[in-house]
């Protein structure tokens, strides 16, 4: 299935509802309803049109390759490398839902077993992970989001870092969605420094976005 962007519908002056159809769900990272958790770590939005005037952010903007020119980045980034100081609550969080909270309002028509994808951008060893949620619960099969292939470019990846693959394991990111209707799909910080342009669901458990095939 080719990636194509998902219905969406507009409800009053809120941000969009993202709608599921056939098992598939594909989104902006920038089109979330809510953020929250923010004292310490937040994501920004930066942009041909904007940069966040947030220090320190240690490297360029990379908006050019991102999906409508945009993205969020989780600022300020103080851990870029081993040598830098793992601050636990402030610029790691290895526990799901403590810093830098998204929120996203889906409407599910098929419930089930969702592969989570994310289209991320990392330029070191420790602004690349991010964990996912669903309806203020967040299950050990969402967390711990890892990228270690495809450094300095964009790219989806939908793997686990576990105690035997640090670089993350296929197939053990995933949601499950019990009941149609009205859900919210959350991602927290794991890293700060951690650049996030799309994410999408999918029921295809051998799926892989067309950007990986080429």
């Known amino acids: 299935m080719p990636i194509g962007d998902a219905s969406r519908t507009q409800a009053?002056?809120?941000?969009?509802?993202?709608?599921?159809?056939?098992?598939?769900?594909?989104?902006?990272?920038?089109?979330?309803?809510?953020?929250?958790?923010?004292?310490?770590?937040?994501f920004y939005v930066t942009s041909a049109m904007q940069t966040p005037d947030v220090t320190p952010d240690g490297d360029d903007p990379h908006w050019k390759n991102a999906s409508g020119k945009s993205y969020l980045e989780?600022?300020?980034?103080?851990?870029?490398?081993h040598a830098d100081k793992l601050l636990k609550a402030e610029n790691f969080s290895d526990l799901p839902g403590k810093l830098a909270v998204l929120k996203y309002q889906v409407q599910i028509t098929n419930p089930g077993r969702y592969y989570v994808w994310v289209r991320a951008y990392s330029t070191g060893s420790e602004d690349n992970g991010i964990h996912v949620g669903l309806d203020?619960?967040?299950?050990?099969?969402?967390?711990?989001m890892q990228w270690c292939d495809g450094k300095k470019s964009w790219r989806w990846e939908s793997k686990q870092r576990t105690e035997q693959q640090h670089c993350g394991?296929?197939?053990k990111i995933y949601l499950d969605i019990e009941k149609s209707g009205a859900h919210t799909i959350e991602f927290s910080m794991r890293e700060d420094g951690f650049e996030f342009d799309q994410w999408l669901l999918t029921?295809?458990?051998?799926?892989?976005p067309e950007e990986r095939r080429k």
């Open 12 to 42: 009053d002056d809120q941000k969009p509802i993202l709608v599921e159809q056939d098992g598939f769900l594909l989104a902006e990272a920038e089109e979330f309803s809510e953020q929250s958790m923010t004292e310490k770590r937040a």
């Open 74 to 81: 989780v600022l300020p980034d103080t851990r870029r490398t």
């Open 136 to 144: 203020g619960t967040w299950p050990p099969s969402g967390q711990r």
């Open 169 to 171: 394991e296929p197939y």
């Open 203 to 208: 029921t295809d458990r051998e799926f892989i």
